[in-house]
């Protein structure tokens, strides 16, 4: 019973510390999904500014094909913090000027979000930087002459959702591992004294000094529990195989006359040891 508390105390204990443990990881990653949030649309917001700033620069040189031109506006963007590829590209879809050949990077812009006309989109690749990309249409009169492309990196987004994660891993393991070995341990113990306690048993039986019952006289172990057992009344007297509805109790010995013999000399018995007893006194 001791035990079974001491488990029911531990199981509470251990859902407290999940519920603890759930609210913790919940609320850290609340903070930090905002946090990442606002840095998504700080980048989002640095990619539109330097992309209008490119378009508004190149309608003409676009249209007169002035090449140098347009490169130096390009050699201009890379400079910016987070720039890591920037080219612009003509009605034709031909790219005109490039930062870096070795850098191209998609234009599926299959997910992509629009926000003044200025598309962007995310791209996550083994094979490519982590970059957040950013297409602007190029006009001149009104009218559509071409396109300017960039990517920011974001290398660093999303490293906070993998801290996260892995603290809830290693966390949520040192839980169980703590919750684990405590009940191992008190596992150990119970039954390390069950072990105790039926070894102590068994050598106190081995050892105990024989008993012979005075009315039957069939040896036994001495010990106090020696002459506990059922009521008198309905100790078993005569066993029917096969049919134990017939077995014949020390109560119901009256009833059957043919066994008048046994129910004398268990009377007769039981009279010489009250008078071996009584007489000692």
């Known amino acids: 019973m001791q035990i079974f508390k001491k488990n029911r105390f531990a199981l509470k204990k251990f859902l407290i510390s999940i519920s603890i443990w759930f609210i913790a990881c919940l609320l850290i990653y609340l903070i930090g999904h905002a946090v990442e949030h606002h840095k998504n649309n700080k980048l989002v917001k640095s990619g539109i500014a330097i992309s209008k700033d490119i378009s508004s620069q190149s309608g003409l040189p676009l249209l007169e094909r002035e090449f140098d031109h347009l490169g130096a506006l390009i050699e201009q963007a890379t400079k910016k913090p987070g720039v890591v590829f920037a ?29 003044g006309g200025i598309k962007y989109w995310r791209v996550i690749s083994l094979e490519t930087h982590n ?40 966390s949520f393991l040192c839980i169980i591992l703590l919750f684990g070995t405590a009940n191992y341990q008190n596992a150990l113990i119970w039954i390390r004294k069950k072990e105790m306690t039926t070894e102590t048993t068994a050598h106190e039986a081995d050892d105990a000094p024989l008993f012979t019952c005075p009315l039957c006289g069939t040896p036994t172990h001495f010990s106090d529990r020696t002459c506990d057992g059922a009521l008198i009344e309905s100790t078993t007297v005569l066993t029917r195989y096969g049919d134990p509805e017939k077995d014949i109790l020390l109560y119901d010995l009256n009833k059957f006359e043919e066994l008048g013999w046994i129910k004398q000399r268990i009377i007769t018995k039981c009279a010489e040891i009250i008078s071996v007893i009584s007489d000692q006194h």
Do not use: C, W
């Open 131 to 170: 970059v957040m990309n950013f297409l602007t249409p190029i006009t001149f009169s009104d009218t559509r002459v071409g396109e300017v492309f960039i990517s920011l990196a974001t290398q660093n987004f999303d490293q906070f959702y993998r801290i996260v994660m892995l603290f809830a891993v290693l």
């Open 87 to 115: 080219s612009i590209i003509d009605h034709k879809n031909k790219i005109i000027a490039y930062s870096d050949q070795n850098q191209f990077f998609t234009l599926n812009k299959k997910y992509a979000r629009q926000e």
